[in-house]
Nanobody
Framework: QVQLVESGGGLVQAGGSLRLSCVAS????????MGWYRQAPGKQRDLVAI???????NYTDSVKGRFTISRDNAKNTVYLQMNSLKPEDTAIYYC???????????WGQGTQVTVSS
């Protein structure tokens, strides 16, 4: 079992910044990759960014150059630094932990990000 707790969402004006945090606990040694997904009203949940145990990252095209995913292994925490935010970034952001060997995903409770124009 892996537990994920997100924080850092909120309301910000377009062009502003926010940093999301996700603290993992439990069987964290089994985690292969961690990532951030988002879900806007009426839309499916989509990948925003992921980072694996080697620190390799991948981003969806719409956030490249604006968002940065990072991890602090000592704190069991993954961050998503979001800069130059746009209204279309408005969504609930979910932290994900993927355990490849177990074909299992764990999700946080989600944190709301709202970008006003």
């Amino acid at each position: 079992q892996v537990q994920l707790v997100e924080s850092g969402g909120g309301l910000v004006q377009a062009g502003g910044s926010l940093r999301l945090s996700c603290v993992a606990s439990g069987s964290i040694f089994r985690i292969s990759t961690m990532g951030w997904y988002r879900q806007a009203p009426g839309k499916q949940r989509d990948l925003v960014a992921i980072i694996n145990n080697r620190g390799t990252t991948n981003y969806t095209d719409s956030v490249k150059g604006r968002f940065t995913i990072s991890r602090d292994n000592a704190k069991n925490t993954v961050y998503l630094q979001m800069n130059s935010l746009k209204p279309e970034d408005t969504a609930i952001y979910y932290c994900n932990a993927h355990l490849t060997a177990y074909r299992t995903d764990y999700w946080g409770q989600g944190t709301q990000v709202t970008v006003s124009s």
